[in-house]
């Protein structure tokens, strides 16, 4: 599985900016997809997933602001970012998790870098 991800940049705090990230290869199994983000010395947190049945987490820092959404028929996920802040600032990496005969597949994207200055 390849991911492709693309829609980071430099923004202004409250500004908007949308993610996406397609995933191609061998795409039957692909079941959760999400975004993590990794700020300059910090870990790597997850920031949004959801399951091929659109259940959705999201965590609290960014609940009301972000939306995760997925279209299972182009292989795509996607992150809808409103009022950013300069704390979201990160490199944001889409993961797909693949689950065949039993196995899980962790798969990642090669980061989109989010800027907001304040």
């Known amino acids: 599985v390849q991911l492709q991800a693309s829609g980071g940049g430099l923004v202004q705090a409250g500004g908007s900016l949308r993610l996406s990230c397609a995933a191609s290869?061998?795409?039957?199994?692909?079941?959760?997809m999400g975004w993590y983000r990794q700020a300059p010395g910090k870990e790597r947190e997850l920031v949004a997933s959801?399951?091929?049945?659109?259940?959705?987490y999201i965590v609290e820092s960014v609940k009301g602001r972000f939306t995760i959404s997925r279209d299972n028929a182009k292989n795509t996920v996607y992150l809808q970012m409103n009022g950013l802040k300069p704390e979201d600032t990160a490199v944001y990496y889409c993961?797909?998790?693949?689950?065949?005969?039993?196995?899980?597949?962790?798969?990642w994207g090669q980061g989109t870098q989010v800027t907001v200055s304040s």
């Open positions: 993961n797909v998790v693949v689950e065949t005969s039993g196995d899980r597949y962790d798969y």
């Open positions: 290869g061998r795409t039957r199994g692909i079941n959760d």
């Open positions: 959801t399951t091929r049945g659109y259940n959705k």
